[in-house]
């Protein structure tokens, strides 16, 4: 069964620092997103993109953050000058459709702030 | 704005033992509702929706729109069901941004 694969599994930062988060979407996918999820808190809508363009993003998601398709199979998202409160697993997900279109998890990359 | 809420962080049940976890949500609108399992060391992946209407596993929910609930409910628990679930949410048309709840643990033993 094809699966959503994100890398690396963990990255370690300096704050300050930019991070490039990577994730492959499912092949045939149209719609593609970022969450994340703070230790010990609930799983928080970062950015849905669509056609080449952010369709909707959440007060988190500020400037310091971009989101981008470079080819036609990666999809990344970028941390300009990182914070402590950035630490955070980071889950890429994709699907075909919206609304009751199922979203396929990625195994998340665990960015740690030092 | 959206809201899911699961009230038990935990929720420890013999094997055997019927299975309901709970969630309510807060909408104006008619949302698509979702289950989302998360078992030990792997990615989140879907367990139902509401739109289908089917049972997965042996886990059934079904929509009250009246209490505004979508209880997940299994017969008889497994010690395979042992998990993190998320209750998640989006907004009716064409958005497709999950609102998630905080999640339970589902600890089932012998």
């Known amino acids: 069964e094809p699966e959503v694969t994100q890398t690396p599994s963990h990255q370690v930062t300096q704050m300050g620092q930019e991070v490039i988060l990577r994730c492959v979407p499912i092949?045939?996918?149209?719609?593609f997103y970022w969450y994340r999820q703070i230790l010990g808190q609930k799983v928080e809508f970062l950015v849905s993109?669509?056609?080449?363009?952010?369709?909707?993003k959440s007060e988190i998601f500020d400037d310091q953050f971009s989101v981008e398709r470079p080819d036609g199979s990666n999809f990344t998202l970028k941390i300009r000058s990182t914070k402590l409160e950035d630490s955070a697993m980071y889950f890429c997900?994709?699907?075909?459709?919206?609304?009751?279109?199922?979203?396929?998890f990625g195994d998340g990359t665990r960015l740690s702030i030092l | 704005a959206q809201r899911v809420t699961q009230p038990e962080k935990l929720l420890s049940v013999f094997k055997g033992a019927p299975v309901e976890l709970k969630c309510n949500y807060s909408?104006?609108?008619?949302?698509?509702l979702f289950w989302y399992v998360q078992y030990s060391r792997q990615r989140l992946q879907l367990l139902l929706r509401?739109?289908s209407r089917e049972s997965i596993k042996g886990f059934t929910a079904d929509l009250n729109k009246g209490e505004t609930s979508f209880h997940l409910k299994k017969p008889f628990a497994q010690e395979e069901d042992s998990a993190m679930y998320y209750c998640?949410?989006?907004?009716?048309?064409?958005?497709?941004?999950?609102?998630f709840g905080t999640g339970t643990r589902l600890q089932v033993t012998l």
């Open positions: 997900a994709s699907s075909v459709g919206t609304g009751t279109s199922p979203q396929h």
């Open positions: 092949s045939n996918h149209l719609y």
């Open positions: 993109f669509y056609n080449n363009e952010i369709s909707e």
């Open positions: 909408y104006s609108g008619s949302p698509e």
């Open positions: 509401h739109i």
């Open positions: 998640a949410l989006v907004p009716s048309g064409t958005a497709s941004k999950l609102t």
